[in-house]
């Protein structure tokens, strides 16, 4: 019962951070139109619960369901490749830019498991082309379906910095389930060809200096309060889309904070740049 008082006042508060922010940030929301749109011709956007409609408590679960279900027909120890795969993601989040997160994730993997990267990666591949697929709910969002159409035409730069927790094959599919194409965006982090995770904000600043970015030409795009506003202490102001908004530590909310829905008539008053 006491579990589910706290998840009803949760959210209670939630939804009471919704409408403060769009009574509060709703000048901000504006005064960023008006202000940086004649500067801006950059937008990073955050991909699970931004452009990808997401329940996080509901997307771990059915897949740390699936990889131990797949490794347990695969005649392993599923919860134990499970348990390996946790420590792995531990240490990229940890990551400080001496190896890529690949290198990160498997050098931790195979010290737990003692299983070589050769030997289980094709199971882990042949579980991202199949299985995964099955924890698509099919929820899409139309508003930023169309605010990522629309920035295309009006010639924004578009990336894709998603948390590169994950290797490229399940991060595209991710980006299918959106509605949208890889093609759509210029650069998209994974866990190939990024050295650092959300929050550090040094991630950031490695997309910043592998595109040549001027931080005063961008604007990112997110859902998580602290993993997509760490960007701030770069100079890149961010907006926030709450339609799945995350904000586990309860801060502040200092930036625009609205719905999809918003943030698309947002896209269509910012003027072309091509």
Not at 127 to 149: C, K, P, W
Request: with cysteine; hydrophobic share 35%.
């Amino acid at each position: 019962m006491c579990r589910i008082l706290t998840q009803i006042i949760y959210k209670i508060k939630q939804n009471c951070n919704f409408v403060i922010s769009n009574i509060l940030y709703k000048k901000d929301y504006f005064d960023i139109i008006h202000t940086e749109r004649e500067n801006m011709h950059t937008v990073l956007f955050d991909l699970d619960g931004t452009l990808l409609p997401m329940d996080v408590e509901e997307f771990t679960k059915n897949y740390f369901g699936y990889i131990v279900q797949t490794m347990n027909e695969n005649g392993r120890d599923g919860k134990f490749i499970l348990k390996a795969i946790g420590k792995g993601v531990e240490e990229i989040v940890k990551n400080n830019g001496t190896l890529t997160n690949e290198e990160v994730f498997w050098n931790t993997f195979t010290s737990v498991t003692n299983i070589k990267q050769e030997e289980i990666e094709p199971e882990f591949t042949k579980f991202y082309e199949t299985r995964f697929d099955l924890i698509n709910t099919g929820r899409q969002s139309i508003h930023m379906i169309q605010a990522v159409s629309l920035l295309k035409e009006k010639g924004y730069r578009l990336l894709l910095a998603t948390n590169p927790l994950f290797p490229s094959i399940a991060t595209e599919k991710r980006i299918k389930w959106a509605g949208l194409n890889k093609e759509d965006f210029e650069w998209v982090t994974t866990y190939e060809n990024s050295s650092y995770a959300k929050p550090n904000p040094s991630y950031y600043k490695e997309i910043i200096d592998k595109l040549n970015l001027d931080v005063t030409q961008c604007l990112m795009v997110g859902n998580d309060v602290k993993e997509d506003c760490a960007v701030t202490s770069l100079g890149i102001p961010v907006y926030l889309v709450n339609d799945y908004l995350l904000n586990k530590y309860d801060l502040e909310i200092t930036c625009p904070c609205t719905s999809s829905l918003e943030f698309l008539e947002y896209v269509k008053n910012l003027p072309n740049i091509k």
